[in-house]
């Protein structure tokens, strides 16, 4: 079973409406999962460096392998379009660095600890090749379940990249529309003003 270090979820029912590149396959899925997965079980792992350097590593990691657009324009919902275009890279750059840092910050409760997430399987989502389910379990070294865990991996232009992450239960992008749905709700339908909110909260 390959070994993986942090999930991916699927918001039921959603449709990336995404365009049709080479179709791939589950196992090419099933091997991205892998790799980025023995990439970050070894950073998390590694007490030999701070809590602020296995972050950095583990946002490097995760900048790589996602597709932070896809997922950004996901999570601002219908407050998309009235964002400035001049804002766009700052706010992807402020998703990634929130995303970042909840995944990172459930994941360190595993540092220095053996432990990996196994995959059970792998399904197509949808006819076009260009999107898949990953299934798996996350379990302790010495045997026994954690919790379950789910991808979604896309291929928006023929490479694989992640779309939503998710451990114990947790669906981020979906998280992330909801409360920033919230936020502009109550900030003036203004989406710049979120911004500054995210900044206020990673303390930039």
């Known amino acids: 079973m390959p070994k ?13 409406g995404l365009a049709a590149p080479a179709a791939a396959s589950c196992n090419e899925a099933l091997q991205f999962v892998s790799a ?37 324009r996901f999570a601002l919902g219908k407050h998309w379009s009235k964002l400035p275009p001049d804002l766009h890279k ?6 990634e660095q929130t995303i970042g840092r909840v995944m990172f910050g459930q994941l360190n409760d595993y540092a220095g ?23 798996g379990t996350v379990n302790k070294a010495g045997g026994g379940k954690v919790t379950d865990v789910r991808w979604w991996l896309i291929t928006p232009s023929g490479a694989m990249r992640v779309f939503d992450v998710s451990i114990a239960g947790i669906w981020l992008s979906q998280q992330k529309r909801d409360e920033f749905d ?15 909110s995210l900044k206020n909260k990673l303390g930039s």
């Not at 792992?45 to 950095?56: G, K």
């Not at 600890?113 to 299934?135: A, H």
């Not at 919230?182 to 911004?195: A, N, V």
């Open 4 to 16: 993986l270090v942090f999930a991916l979820t699927v918001f039921a029912g959603l449709s990336l």
């Open 36 to 72: 980025v997965g023995n990439q970050v079980t070894d950073t998390v792992a590694d007490t030999s460096l701070t809590a602020e350097q296995r972050l950095t590593k583990f946002r490097a990691i995760f900048r790589q392998n996602a597709d932070i657009p896809t997922m950004g």
């Open 113 to 135: 600890e053996q432990y990996s997430i196994e995959t059970d399987k792998c399904n197509p989502k949808g006819s076009k090749g260009i999107e898949f389910i990953v299934d």
């Open 182 to 196: 919230r936020y502009i709700m109550t900030h003036g339908m203004r989406p710049e003003t979120l911004l500054d």
């Open 90 to 95: 700052e706010y992807f750059s402020l998703l």
